[in-house]
């Protein structure tokens, strides 16, 4: 299998890098702006000052009023007084022409307003660019050839109130130029700086949360390829209780599951092989005699065929066994059926009675069918559960013993079970077999359940049945003194083997 072309690890990565540098443009971009507003704010506030000054200063009138020799524009001592490093001060006439300018300004002109400045207390400031050659000395230690100016103009008043020109005060915006270029470089520099670290930090710290991903990748393979189970992703016991440790977690559950149930399934066929070796070997060995004694001795002739038909009987049995552990029971379909589960013992009763005669037990079973012990469920599995637990316990209950079945209904809880009992009086099972004997082939005396005619697979198919219907099954037993098996079933009521009837 091949590694992905673009890694999640590279995708996360990106994606959050691409988001972090999206906002730092936006931070950057606020930040660059805020400060313009903050700066030209202060800046406005010394222009405002000087142009209120201007326009209020008495000896600018006089000094209009007298102009010194030569043609305009002229150069006033009170614009002089005004102006300063980055100020600038213009007058026009009122047709427009300048009349007077700041010796700072030299050819320069600023451009006339964007509106007519008629009435006194008018005003208007305007944002222009100028070349900042002759104009500005401190802009020659940098590269910048252009500079922004911001230009307040208003109405010129005589002594009467008459609008008599224009007065103009420019203030270079260099401080601001200057500021947002290096802010551009800073900002750009450190934005570099920033997605470059936040890359190599992304790249590091998604590779460590995703490394258990890449070994589940690597595990899963190396299964794969040798299908050795035993492998798990997560050494430690204590996995990261983050999502893709819990991922982790889950697949070494599964994978501890997947090795139990193979173990399970590898242990059952070798244990099911072994069980059908004996008869086949019996057979073979009993058809070999017959063949090659059984012409001179004829007592053979008789012996072997009995003893070939038993051995092949338990194969039978023996594979119908098989057969019923290795078929899926979670068919809805297969369950859908009324089952009264005392009937089902008497019908089981007629085929079990003469074994109970054989071994000289008591088999006692319910009598009238007039309790509500109803399951919904599959006949013949139901069959087989009781065949099993009546037949074992007949089997395992010497001569002179009691076997007793009985069915009744309770409650648990909200719930209605139907109880299935299997009581004896037989050999019993020892405590530590107790935990053991639903383990499929297992035996408390092997050789024992073996002569009885035992599979060693009775109360595996009863356990298997019971859940397949929803139950339990539960055991008490004391050696010496007998066994108690109860298969606990989810009731129905309503009816009886499928017919409708009314509950009692
Ligand atoms: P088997 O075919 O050997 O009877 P089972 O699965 O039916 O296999 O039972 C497993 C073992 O449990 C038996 O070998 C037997 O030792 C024990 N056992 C089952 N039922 C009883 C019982 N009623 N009394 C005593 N022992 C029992």
Redesign the pocket.
Request: overall charge neutral.
């Given at each position: 299998m091949a590694r992905p072309t673009v890694s999640i690890r590279w995708k996360m990565t990106l994606l959050y890098t691409g988001l972090l540098a999206v906002l730092l443009v936006a931070f950057g971009l606020f930040l660059f702006f805020a400060v313009e507003r903050l700066l030209i704010g202060s800046l406005n506030e010394t222009l405002t000052q000087r142009f209120a000054q201007a326009q209020a200063a008495p000896q600018l009138r006089a000094e209009l009023a007298a102009p010194p020799p030569g043609a305009a524009p002229w150069h006033l001592p009170t614009l002089e007084r005004l102006a300063g490093a980055g100020l600038f001060l213009q007058i026009r006439d009122s047709d427009g022409h300048v009349i007077a300018t700041s010796a700072n300004l030299g050819a320069t002109q600023l451009p006339p307003p964007s509106g007519t400045l008629s009435q006194p207390n008018q005003a208007d400031t305007t944002q222009i660019r100028l070349p900042v050659g002759g104009l500005l000395p401190e802009a020659a230690t940098t590269d910048i050839a252009v500079v922004r100016f911001q230009v307040r103009s208003g109405p010129l008043l005589d002594a009467h109130g008459h609008v008599v020109g224009v007065l103009q005060v420019a203030q270079s915006l260099l401080t601001v130029d200057e500021v947002q270029d290096r802010l551009i470089d800073v900002l750009v520099e450190g934005m570099a700086v920033a997605v470059a670290l936040a890359l190599a930090a992304g790249v590091w710290l998604a590779g460590r949360l995703l490394h258990p991903i890449t070994r589940i990748t690597d595990t899963a393979r190396r299964i794969g390829a040798s299908g050795d189970l035993s492998q798990r992703i997560t050494p430690t016991t204590r996995p990261p209780q983050d999502e893709v440790g819990l991922l982790a977690a889950t697949f070494d559950t599964m994978l501890e599951r997947l090795e139990r149930a193979f173990a399970a399934q590898q242990q059952f066929v070798a244990d099911a092989s072994h069980e059908l070796k004996t008869p086949v070997t019996a057979i073979l060995g009993h058809a070999n005699l017959l063949r090659r004694r059984g012409k001179t001795n004829p007592e053979l002739v008789d012996e072997a065929p009995t003893a070939i038909i038993e051995q092949a009987e338990r194969m039978r049995r023996l594979t119908l066994?098989l057969l019923t552990l290795a078929t899926p029971g979670d068919h809805p379909e297969r369950v859908a059926e009324v089952v009264s589960i005392e009937q089902v013992i008497t019908d089981v009763a007629k085929a079990l009675v003469p074994l109970a005669r054989e071994r000289a037990v008591q088999l006692t079973l319910p009598g009238a069918i007039d309790t509500v012990t109803r399951v919904l469920g599959d006949r013949d599995q139901l069959k087989q559960l009781v065949v099993?637990?009546v037949?074992?316990?007949l089997?395992?209950?010497p001569a002179g013993g009691q076997?007793q079945v009985t069915a009744w209904q309770e409650s648990h809880g909200l719930d209605q079970a139907v109880v299935l009992e299997?009581r004896?009086t037989?050999?019993?099972?020892g405590a530590d077999?107790l935990p053991?004997?639903?383990?499929?082939?297992?035996?408390?005396?092997?050789a024992?359940?073996?002569a009885?005619?035992?599979?060693?697979?009775?109360?595996?198919?009863?356990q298997d049945v019971a859940y397949r219907h929803g139950g339990t099954v539960m055991?008490e037993?004391q050696v010496g003194q007998?066994?108690v098996?109860r298969v606990l079933l989810p009731a129905v009521a309503g009816t009886v083997d499928g017919m409708v009837t009314s509950q009692s």
């Open positions: 066994d099993n637990l037949d074992n316990a089997r395992y209950t076997v299997v004896d037989g050999v019993g099972i077999d053991h004997i639903f383990e499929r082939f297992y035996r408390v005396d092997k024992r359940s073996r009885a005619g035992g599979s060693g697979l009775g109360l595996a198919i009863v055991v037993s007998g066994s098996f």
